[in-house]
T-cell receptor, first 114, second 115 residues
Framework: AQKITQTQPGMFVQEKEAVTLDCTYD???????LFWYKQPSSGEMIFLIY??????QNATEGRYSLNFQKARKSANLVISASQLGDSAMYFC???????????FGQGTTLQVKP | EAQVTQNPRYLITVTGKKLTVTCSQN?????MSWYRQDPGLGLRQIYY???????DKGDVPEGYKVSRKEKRNFPLILESPSPNQTSLYFC??????????????FGNGTRLTVT
């Protein structure tokens, strides 16, 4: 069975600093993808970044990057130059390759301090 | 603009009154799915559809119906809503899920309250 673990319920970061949100996963699939989503207090679920299991380079999307360590089964999200608008809940997830269901971690609440 | 559109955004209704939450995507995605999000329970899949006329139950399908008559639309139907269906609902879509490598794109959510 696939599983996503996020061990940080809440994080604080100072505006303009970088922050790393942790994610570990477990799967027996050879090919898989890992995703990060942002859910602000307004409720919508926003796709941020994707990492494929066979991608040799870490994914990058603007201020978001994914620190992918396959042997350690970790896919940490790094947000550089934090902004007040980054305050939100962040979910790490992977998809079940048979049903397409997204398996989410418990989420990490990030608060950016001015 | 590529998007998943679900309506309404907010809905307050009474027990037993049938309702439909609409979902439409303009990205020509084959895969569509409904989730509900509840405090302490996270996001749970209700139904999913791999393509037109193909639907399957997710983890919590009881009390819900779906249909996929057209590729772009995937409405969620509550025939007889009950208070335990009060939740935040998301529709989502993606390309085919080969290798689990396609990101799911979510609508803005529907906050449903059943009194």
């Amino acid at each position: 069975a696939q599983k996503i673990t996020q061990t940080q319920p809440g994080m604080f970061v100072q505006e303009k600093e970088a922050v790393t949100l942790d994610c570990t996963y477990d799967t027996s699939d050879q090919s898989y993808g890992l995703f990060w989503y942002k859910q602000p207090s307004s409720g919508e679920m926003i796709f941020l970044i994707y990492q494929g299991s066979y991608d040799e380079q870490n994914a990058t999307e603007g201020r978001y990057s994914l620190n992918f360590q396959k042997a350690r089964k970790s896919a940490n999200l790094v947000i550089s130059a934090s902004q007040l608008g980054d305050s939100a809940m962040y979910f790490c997830a992977m998809r079940n390759s048979n049903t397409g269901k997204l398996i989410f971690g418990q989420g990490t609440t990030l608060q950016v301090k001015p | 603009e590529a998007q998943v559109t679900q309506n309404p955004r907010y809905l307050i209704t009474v027990t037993g009154k049938k309702l439909t939450v609409t979902c439409s995507q303009n990205m020509n995605h084959e895969y569509m799915s409904w989730y509900r999000q509840d405090p302490g329970l996270g996001l749970r899949q209700i139904y999913y559809s791999m393509n037109v006329e193909v639907t399957d139950k997710g983890d919590v399908p009881e009390g819900y119906k779906v249909s996929r008559k057209e590729k772009r639309n995937f409405p969620l139907i509550l025939e007889s809503p009950s208070p335990n269906q009060t939740s935040l609902y998301f529709c989502a879509s993606s390309l085919v899920i080969a290798g689990g490598n396609s990101p799911l794109h979510f609508g803005n959510g529907t906050r449903l309250t059943v009194t």
